[in-house]
C-alpha cells in the first residue's frame, strides 16, 4: 500500500463514529476514577489505580485502532474461517488452561495480563458470519442457509457457556437482530421476544397478587400480552377491522372478569383469560376458513402455542428442573440475585443512580458507589456511578452518545455497497446494543442481572479491546468502501 | 431474493434502538427525577452521625462556691470483628472484671433483641462511666488489646455533700423522654430531679454532630465534605444558685436524726437561701454506675429521702397559720387591732364547744395574742367572720372570702417553684364541706382551720413564704432557687411582686405581734442578741406527738431572712422550731455562729428523734 493510500483510508474513515467512540471512552475513564478510587484520592494516574490501569488499556487500543485502519482490509474477508476456526480452537482449550476466578473459567493468563478469549471471539464470529452470508445465492430466508449462520453462531456460544460465563454467551443472541435485517422472517424474530418476554414476565411477577382477585400480576399479564400480540399480528398479516375487533372483544371480556372478581367475589380470572384466547383462536380460524387467509391458521397457532408455552415452561421451572438451576434461572432474572437475597444488588445500584437528582453529586462524590454499597462499582455496576455522580443530565448525556453511536453505525452499515461490510456492521452495532441494552437495564432494575460490561466504562482490557477490534474493523472495512463509492 | 428486499427493515432496528433509549430516559427520569426516598436511602447507608456530646453547665452556690462540676468518664467499647487473638484473661484482669462477666457481656452485646444496633465492625458498648483515675491505669495496657476502643464523656461530680434535693441528678433517658423531646437518644443523660431536671435545657447545652462516611461494612472512611456539614457542640449554660452552701450544711447539721425540712428566703427577692429536707444522701452517690442501685435503695427506705418534704411534704400548719388569720381578720374588718373583746379561758368555749388553749391574761388584744398563740382569740376571730351575716350572706360566702385570701397569700396552690415535684397543700373551699357535710355545717364545724388544724395543709415552703411576705409588709415572690443563668435572664416570674388582699398597714400589726412573740412570748429562744427577729411558733397536733413548726424573718425592719422550720414529732415549735430557726438567721445574718450557739448547734445535730415504724 503506498503512503497515500494509507492517508487516504485514515482520512476517510468516518470521524463522526469515531468522536462518539473518544467521547465515551473519555467518559468511561473520569467514571472509572469516579467509581474505584476512594473520596479524598486524587492519583488517578497511577499504575497502582484502576484508572491508571485502564489509561495504559485505553493507549493499548488506541495503538489497535490504529492498526487496524491501517491494515488492508481485504485480509478480514480473507481470513475469516481461519480467525474463526482459531477462535473456536482457543475457546475449546480455555476452560482447560483457565483460573478459576470466580466459579468461571474464562481467563487466559498471559503473565502481565488475564485476557478473556470469549470478548474476541464476537469480532471472530461476526467476521465469520458476514463471510458466509455474503456468499453469492445465500438466503437467510432460505431455512438451510439460516440453520448453517445460527450454527455458526452457536458454536462458539456453546463453548462459552461451558467456561460458565453465560452473560458473555447470551450476547450471541444479538447476531438475531443482524439476522432479522438480512431476511431471517420477522416471526421468528418476534416469537424470539415475544417467548423472552413471556417468560421473563411469567416468572418474575409470579409471586405478586393482582389487586382483588387471587391470581397473579405475571399470568395476567402474558395472557394480556398474548391477546395483544395476537390482535396485532391479525392487523399485520390480515384486515385492521378484524383487529379492532379482536382488541374490543378482549378489552371487555378481561375488564368484565375483573369486575366480577372486584365486585362478586375473588377468582383467578386467568381462567377467563385462557378461555377467551381459546374462543379467539377459534374465532380467527372460522374467519381463515371463510376468506381464505393462509396466515391466519399460524397467528391462531401462535395465540394457543404462546399460552401453552406459559404454563409449559412454569411447568418445567417448577417441576423438572432442579433446585439449583431453578435458582440459577431466578439469579438470571434478578429475581434472587445475590447470597442474601431480596435482589440487594439491584437495590443498591437503583438507590446510587436515584440519589443523583437531576445534577448529581459531582466527580468523586458519590458516597453510594464509593463506599461500596454498589457491588462491581467499576465494572458490570459502572452505570451507577454515572447516575450518582453526574446526576440525571450526565446519564442523558451518556445515552445520547450511546444512541448517536448506534444510529451512526445503523447509517454506516446501510451504506456498505458489500454485503460482507454490511452483515459485518450489523453485527457490531446489535452487539454493541444487546451490552448497552442489558448492561444499564440491569443497573437500573429493568432488565435481569447478566453479568455483562458497559462498552467503553466498564474497568477492563478484554472488553475494551474486543469492542475496539468490532468497531475498528467495520470503520475500515467502511474507509475502504467508501473509496470505491 | 436479494439483501436489499429487506432494506425497509433498518427503520425496525432504528426504533428498536430510539425506543430502547427512550424507555431508558423514562426510567432514569422516575428514579432520579421523580423521587427523594433514594436520596434518603442514600444518606442513611452513607453518613453515620457520630455525636459530640457538650459539657453540662456547672452549679454554683450564690457565693460562686462550685457545687457540680463535670469530671472525664470513659466507656470502653468493642469491636467484635477486631477483637481476634487477645489473651481474654490478661484483659479481664486489666480492667477488673471476671471472665465470666466478659462472656456474658460479650454475648449480651452480640444478641442482636437486646442490642438492635450490632454491627460486628462497629465499636459497641462494652463497660460505661469508667472514671479517670481507673481509666488512666487501663489506657497503657489497652493498646494490647486490638478492638477495644475508649470513648470519652463525662460524669457528673459534687463539691458537696448537702443540697440532694436541690440539686437532683441524671440518668439515663427512658422511652417517654425520646418521644417528648427528639433531640435525646437512647442512652443520653437528662436531668431526673431537682434543677438538674427543671433547668435541663439550660444546662444540657447542645449536642455537636460529627458527619463520617461510612462503608458497606460499617467502617469509617473519612469526613463528610471535610467536616462543612459538622456541627460543634455548645456547653451547657452555667447556674449560679441562690442557695447559700454554708447555711444549707448547717440546716442539713441541724435536721440530722430527724424528719422535716428547713427553708429560708430572702424576702427582697424570692430567693431560697437554703432548702434542707431530712433524711437526705449524698448527691454524689447518685452518679455514673452507682446510681441504680443507689436509686433502688432510697427509693424503698420506709423513711423516703428521695423526697423533698420542704415543697412534697404537706402538714397541718399549725400557729403559724394564725398570722393569716389576723391579717385577713384585719382586711375584713372582723376585728380591730386595739380591742380585746375574744375571751380566752384555757380555750375557745362556745355552744359546747371547746379548743383548748394555754393559760395567760384574757382578754387580750391582736398583738399579745400572736405574741402568746392565743388560739380562743383567732377562733372567736373565724368564727365572728364566718357566723357574720350581715356582710356574707351565707356561711360559703364568708368560706369563699376566708379562702381567696389564703390563695392569695400563697396557699391551696403549687407556690411555683423552679423545681419539680412541688405539692400544693391543702385549703379547703366551701364546696368542699358541702361535701363533707351532707346535713350542713356552720363556723363552728370548721373553727379549728383559723389555727392551721383541721383539714388545712401547707409545705414548709408555703409557710416560709409566709414569713417572707409579713417580712415585705404584703407581697411575696415567687420563691426560687436560682439566682442567675449564665447568659440568660431568669424567668420574668420570679422576679414579679405578687401582692396579697391585704393592705400593708394591717402587716405592721402582723409583725408587731410576732416581734412580740420573740421579746414575751412563745418565741423567747429566738431572742438574738443584736438583731429584730420576729417570729411565730407552731405546734401542730397530729395522730402522734406534736409537729414542731416555727417562721420568722429578721431584722424586723428591712427584713435579710426569713425562715421556716418544721420537724415532724418534734413537740412544741419551741422545742426545735425556735432554736433552729434562730440558728439559721444568727448563721445567716452574722456570717457566723457564736461559740454558744455553735455548741448549741451541735447539740441538735446529735439529737435524734424515734420515730419508731414510720409509715407516712
Not at chain 1, 454499597?373 to 450511546?402: H, K, M, N, R
Request: aromatic share 12%; proline share 4%.
Amino acid at each position: 500500500m503506498s503512503d497515500s493510500t494509507i492517508r487516504n483510508t485514515v482520512a476517510r474513515a468516518d470521524w463522526l463514529a469515531i468522536m462518539l467512540i473518544i467521547m465515551l471512552v473519555v467518559c468511561g475513564w473520569f467514571t472509572i476514577c469516579g467509581a474505584s478510587n476512594e473520596i479524598g484520592d486524587t492519583d488517578f494516574f497511577s499504575w497502582s489505580t484502576r484508572s491508571g490501569k485502564q489509561l495504559v488499556w485505553i493507549g493499548c487500543s488506541a495503538v489497535l485502532a490504529l492498526f487496524l485502519l491501517l491494515l488492508d482490509d481485504r485480509y478480514f474477508d480473507m481470513l475469516a474461517p481461519l480467525l474463526y476456526v482459531a477462535m473456536v480452537g482457543v475457546l475449546f482449550i480455555t476452560p482447560f488452561v483457565a483460573k478459576d476466578i470466580k466459579g468461571s473459567h474464562s481467563w487466559i493468563s498471559l503473565g502481565v495480563v488475564n485476557i478473556q478469549p470469549a470478548e474476541f471471539a464476537k469480532c471472530t464470529t461476526a467476521l465469520m458470519v458476514a463471510k458466509l452470508i455474503s456468499k453469492y445465492g445465500f438466503s437467510l430466508a432460505d431455512n438451510r442457509n439460516l440453520f448453517q449462520a445460527i450454527g455458526i453462531v452457536l458454536l462458539p456460544m456453546a463453548l462459552i457457556v461451558l467456561q460458565k460465563e453465560t452473560g458473555s454467551a447470551l450476547v450471541y443472541f444479538a447476531f438475531f437482530l443482524m439476522f432479522y435485517r438480512e431476511g431471517m422472517p420477522g416471526s421468528i424474530l418476534f416469537t424470539a421476544v415475544a417467548a423472552v418476554t413471556y417468560f421473563v414476565v411469567g416468572i418474575r411477577f409470579a409471586n405478586d397478587v393482582l389487586p382483588y382477585t387471587t391470581g397473579s400480576v405475571g399470568q395476567f399479564v402474558v395472557l394480556g400480552l398474548i391477546w395483544l400480540f395476537t390482535s396485532i399480528m391479525v392487523a399485520v398479516y390480515g384486515k385492521v377491522e378484524h383487529c379492532k375487533r379482536l382488541l374490543l372483544y378482549g378489552a371487555v371480556v378481561q375488564a368484565i372478569a375483573w369486575l366480577a372478581s372486584r365486585f362478586i367475589h375473588p377468582f383467578d380470572i386467568a381462567w377467563v383469560q385462557i378461555a377467551g384466547i381459546i374462543v379467539m383462536a377459534a374465532y380467527i380460524v372460522w374467519i381463515a376458513l371463510g376468506e381464505r387467509v393462509r396466515p391466519y391458521y399460524y397467528i391462531a397457532a401462535f395465540a394457543l402455542g404462546s399460552t401453552v408455552f406459559l404454563y409449559g415452561a412454569d411447568f418445567a421451572l417448577n417441576n423438572i428442573l432442579g433446585a439449583h438451576q431453578r435458582t440459577r434461572i431466578n439469579v438470571l432474572l434478578g429475581i434472587e440475585n445475590d447470597p442474601t437475597g431480596a435482589g440487594y444488588n439491584v437495590n443498591q445500584s437503583k438507590i446510587a443512580i436515584g440519589s443523583g437528582g437531576l445534577t448529581g453529586k459531582g466527580f468523586m462524590n458519590g458516597t453510594q458507589t464509593k463506599l461500596k454499597y454498589v457491588p462491581e462499582q467499576d465494572t458490570d455496576f459502572i452505570f451507577c456511578t454515572v447516575g450518582e455522580e453526574q446526576g440525571f443530565a450526565g446519564s442523558a448525556v451518556v445515552l445520547f452518545l450511546y444512541t448517536a453511536l448506534l444510529l451512526r453505525l445503523l447509517y454506516l452499515s446501510e451504506r456498505q455497497s458489500t454485503t460482507f461490510g454490511r452483515v459485518f456492521g450489523y453485527s457490531v452495532l446489535s452487539i454493541l446494543l444487546f451490552h448497552v441494552f442489558i448492561n444499564i437495564g440491569m443497573v437500573m432494575g429493568l432488565t435481569p442481572v447478566i453479568g455483562i460490561p458497559l462498552p467503553f466504562f466498564s474497568y477492563g482490557g478484554s472488553s475494551l479491546w474486543g469492542f475496539t477490534l468490532l468497531l475498528f474493523i467495520f470503520l475500515r472495512i467502511d474507509a475502504r468502501d467508501s473509496l470505491r463509492r | 431474493m436479494s439483501a436489499n428486499s429487506f432494506q425497509n427493515r433498518k427503520f425496525v432496528v432504528g426504533t428498536i434502538i430510539v425506543g430502547i433509549v427512550l424507555v431508558f430516559l423514562l426510567r432514569l427520569a422516575s428514579l432520579q427525577l421523580l423521587s427523594e426516598d433514594f436520596k434518603k436511602t442514600a444518606d442513611s447507608n452513607a453518613f453515620r452521625k457520630e455525636i459530640i456530646y457538650p459539657s453540662r453547665g456547672l452549679i454554683f452556690d450564690r457565693n460562686d462556691s462550685l457545687m457540680v462540676y463535670n469530671e472525664p468518664s470513659y466507656n470502653i467499647l468493642i469491636t467484635m470483628n477486631e477483637q481476634i487473638g487477645i489473651d481474654t484473661l490478661d484483659f479481664c484482669r486489666a480492667i477488673g472484671i471476671t471472665k465470666d462477666f466478659y462472656i456474658e457481656r460479650c454475648a449480651e452485646i452480640k444478641d442482636r433483641s437486646k442490642n438492635p444496633g450490632y454491627s460486628r465492625y462497629t465499636p459497641q458498648l462494652f463497660l460505661a462511666h469508667i472514671p479517670q483515675d481507673e481509666f488512666s491505669l487501663l489506657q497503657e495496657k489497652l493498646f494490647r488489646f486490638p478492638g477495644f476502643s475508649a470513648e470519652k464523656r463525662s460524669i457528673r461530680r459534687y463539691a458537696t455533700h448537702v443540697a440532694a434535693h436541690v440539686l437532683g441528678d441524671i440518668g439515663e433517658v427512658g422511652p417517654n423522654d425520646i418521644e417528648e423531646d427528639p433531640y435525646y437518644q437512647g442512652g443520653d443523660l437528662i436531668g431526673k430531679l431537682g434543677i438538674e431536671r427543671s433547668y435541663e435545657q439550660q444546662l444540657r447545652g447542645e449536642k455537636g454532630l460529627r458527619i463520617l462516611l461510612r462503608d458497606v461494612h460499617g467502617r469509617t472512611k473519612g469526613r463528610y465534605q471535610n467536616g462543612a456539614y459538622d456541627k460543634q457542640p455548645v456547653p451547657g449554660r452555667n447556674l449560679t444558685l441562690s442557695i447559700d452552701l454554708e447555711l444549707q450544711e448547717l440546716a442539713e447539721r441541724l435536721l440530722e436524726g430527724k424528719l422535716g425540712a428547713i427553708v429560708a428566703i430572702e424576702p427582697s427577692t424570692g430567693e431560697i437561701l437554703c432548702m434542707a429536707s431530712s433524711p437526705t444522701y449524698d448527691p454524689g452517690k447518685m452518679t455514673g454506675r452507682e446510681r441504680s442501685t443507689m436509686h433502688h435503695i432510697l427509693s424503698t427506705d420506709h423513711r423516703k429521702p428521695l423526697l423533698n418534704r420542704a415543697i412534697m411534704g404537706m402538714y397541718p400548719p399549725g400557729s403559724t397559720f394564725k398570722i393569716t388569720q389576723a391579717l385577713l381578720g384585719l382586711q375584713e374588718g372582723i376585728i380591730d387591732p386595739n380591742t380585746s373583746f375574744f375571751p380566752c379561758s384555757h380555750g375557745f368555749n362556745y355552744k359546747g364547744l371547746h379548743l383548748g388553749c394555754h393559760g395567760h391574761a384574757s382578754p387580750i388584744n391582736l398583738v399579745p395574742a400572736i405574741g402568746t398563740s392565743c388560739n380562743a382569740y383567732f377562733c372567736w376571730n373565724l368564727y365572728k367572720m364566718f357566723a357574720n351575716r350581715k356582710k356574707y350572706p351565707t356561711v360559703q360566702d364568708a368560706m369563699t372570702r376566708w379562702k381567696d385570701h389564703l390563695v392569695r397569700m400563697g396557699y391551696g396552690y403549687k407556690l411555683g417553684i423552679d423545681l419539680p415535684g412541688e405539692k400544693r397543700g391543702m385549703i379547703p373551699n366551701a364546696d368542699y364541706y358541702d361535701n363533707a357535710y351532707r346535713s350542713g355545717w356552720n363556723a363552728l364545724t370548721v373553727v379549728s382551720i383559723s389555727i392551721g388544724q383541721g383539714e388545712v395543709t401547707a409545705t414548709p415552703l408555703q409557710i416560709a413564704n409566709l414569713a417572707a411576705q409579713v417580712a415585705n409588709r404584703g407581697y411575696y415572690y415567687i420563691p426560687h432557687v436560682v439566682h442567675k443563668i449564665q447568659d440568660a435572664q431568669i424567668d420574668t416570674t420570679y422576679t414579679r411582686r405578687h401582692y396579697t388582699m391585704v393592705d400593708e398597714k394591717w402587716y405592721n400589726y402582723a409583725v408587731a405581734g410576732m416581734r412580740r412573740a420573740v421579746l414575751g412570748g412563745t418565741c423567747k429562744g429566738a431572742n438574738l442578741p443584736g438583731i429584730e427577729v420576729c417570729g411565730k411558733t407552731g405546734t401542730a397536733q397530729n395522730r402522734g406527738q406534736d409537729h414542731s413548726a416555727f417562721m420568722g424573718f429578721a431584722p424586723m425592719d428591712n427584713p435579710k431572712i426569713a425562715v421556716a422550720v418544721y420537724v415532724e414529732n418534734g413537740g412544741f415549735g419551741a422545742t426545735y422550731g425556735v432554736p433552729l430557726g434562730a440558728l439559721i438567721m444568727e448563721k445567716y445574718l452574722n456570717g457566723r455562729l457564736s461559740a454558744a450557739s455553735e455548741a448549741r448547734a451541735r447539740s441538735f445535730q446529735n439529737r435524734h428523734i424515734y420515730y419508731g415504724n414510720y409509715e407516712r
